[in-house]
């Protein structure tokens, strides 16, 4: 049944999705602020919910565009019930702001495959890596990305690797501009850097160690199947699928060295996971089991709600 149903790519999917990010807000995360609500912030809370769906959105776009997966929603369901599994990812708005500017940049970024606006492209994504690492820090990472996509280009020209300095210079300008305006002081800079810790002491509540290890389980037993599928794809195909593996890596890596380990910067490492798990879903011939996937990941939320 939901084979068929997120089998193919249809509004409602859409609609019903952002039901459920709805519904994971409000009795995933508000419960868990004990601030009395006001009139302001449940005008910031729905606007944080806008802002997650317009994330899915903003993926199925690059999936569909980008020929990721197939024509399907199984990312989109994927990306929706991994992150409704771990609420708190909805109290840290740096990191939801962070990440859907990392997913605009890697729309840039998958999109160079493509011989049109190379610098363009390569601009449009340093200058949103920039602006997501002014909300954390460590998104700056993401530029390894963006130097990769470049390298794995034939036609590499000396240009592309300085244009992302480019980006990188105008936006820490423009941030500069603003903090003295509003300060009067460079004290900023030395409060953006932010340390990396390794206590991952919060992992040892239910509410997170089951999601991470569940997600965990599906990127051990969909990789392998990426890892050998990556052989048999067309030259025109491969440098978005090795891109993607690249980006799971170093989304690990941004989530891993999170200052303060909450479960929020798992958040980093669901959109490449989704798209993973999708492809894997995909090709498995056997109905049944794929069906049995599927529920697992619809009912892992719901059972959440209640631990």
Avoid at 99 to 122: C, G, P, Q, T
Avoid at 282 to 303: D, H, T
Wanted: aromatic share 18%.
């Amino acid at each position: 049944m939901l084979t068929s149903f997120f089998g193919k790519s249809k509004p409602i999917n859409f609609v019903i999705f952002g039901a459920v990010i709805f519904l994971g807000y409000v009795f995933g995360a508000l419960v868990l602020v004990e601030k009395a609500l006001t009139f302001s912030q449940l005008a910031i809370d729905f606007f944080f919910i806008l802002w997650s769906v317009y994330a899915i959105m903003l993926l199925d776009f690059i999936v569909r565009k980008n020929n990721l997966t197939y024509k399907n929603t199984y990312t989109v369901l994927l990306f929706t019930c991994f992150l409704v599994t771990l609420p708190v990812i909805f109290l840290d708005r740096n990191i939801l702001f962070a990440n859907v500017f990392l997913l605009m940049a890697f729309r840039r970024l998958v999109s160079l495959s493509s011989e049109k606006n190379i610098e363009k492209k390569i601009l449009d994504a340093s200058l949103w890596i920039t602006v997501a690492a002014l909300f954390y820090f460590w998104s700056i990472l993401f530029f390894i990305l963006l130097f990769f996509a470049i390298i794995q280009k034939p036609d590499t020209n000396h240009r592309y690797f300085i244009i992302p300095f480019i980006g990188f210079v105008a936006i820490l300008m423009l941030a500069t501009s603003f903090h003295l305006l509003i300060d009067d002081s460079f004290a900023w800079l030395t409060q953006w850097i932010k340390p990396i810790s390794f206590d991952f002491s919060t992992y040892n509540t239910m509410s997170i160690i089951i999601p991470a290890a569940i997600m965990a389980t599906f990127l051990i037993w969909s990789l392998p199947f990426r890892l050998l599928k990556i052989a048999s794809l067309s030259k025109k195909e491969k440098p978005n699928a090795i891109l993607l593996l690249v980006t799971l890596v170093v989304c690990g890596f941004i989530a891993l060295f999170s200052p303060i380990k909450t479960g929020a910067e798992l958040f980093f490492v669901l959109a490449p996971l989704s798209v993973i798990v999708a492809n894997y879903i995909e090709n498995i011939q056997e109905a049944r089991f794929k069906e049995g996937l599927l529920w697992l990941v619809v009912i892992v939320p719901i059972a959440l709600l209640f631990i």
